[in-house]
């Protein structure tokens, strides 16, 4: 079994980005019978998409898991569903802030995710960790992600479970902003992708 795991690179206003130092880390884990590939997506209209997309096609995961940054969030959040919108809050990292535009012109509203979400929550929870079941995962290029990854393997005849899980900011980067917000320390963040890696290996 493969599960393919992602998290992006920075992004304004950000100067790091936990969801890339959580992916890097978990390349090559194994889990039970499964062993994980990972990635670092760009934070690119075009390009994040379609690496993913490349990904799919070669790594041939039987899972994915697709890890983000949510500045106002305080726990872990599993997304439940992605939808067909583009309407970036901020510039990506190639400087284009898309309004009002669909991720796939064709595609449907709207896509569950796959992966045993409810069942990671409540893991997370029991072990101690703040987590909750979101019902959106915004309208920048994690819900893009999301959305064109769950659209591609809509096609297949047996897809991959597809998923997708936020984390809050890092402690360091509460405190370099200055501002008022929540935070996380990136070993407990860790924890809790080592029980959604589980749960999604036991199938």
Known sequence: MIILVTGFEPFTPYKANPSEELARGFDGYRVGEAVVRATVLPVHHAEA???????LDTVRPDAVLGLGLAGSRARI???RVAV???DYAVPD?????????????SGPAAYFTTLP???????LVDAGIPAYLSDTAGTYLCNQTLYTT?????RHDAPPRVGFMHVPPLPSMVAASGL?????DLTLMRRAVEIALDVIAAG
């Open 117 to 123: 979400s409810r069942t990671i929550v409540a893991r």
């Open 93 to 105: 990292n190639a400087g284009c802030q898309t309004q009002d535009e669909p991720c796939v012109p």
């Open 180 to 184: 008022d917000q929540p935070s996380m």
């Open 49 to 55: 998409s379609a690496r993913m997309l490349a990904l």
């Open 84 to 86: 067909n919108v583009m």
């Open 77 to 79: 959040a599993l997304e």
């Open 150 to 154: 769950l659209h591609a393997v809509a």
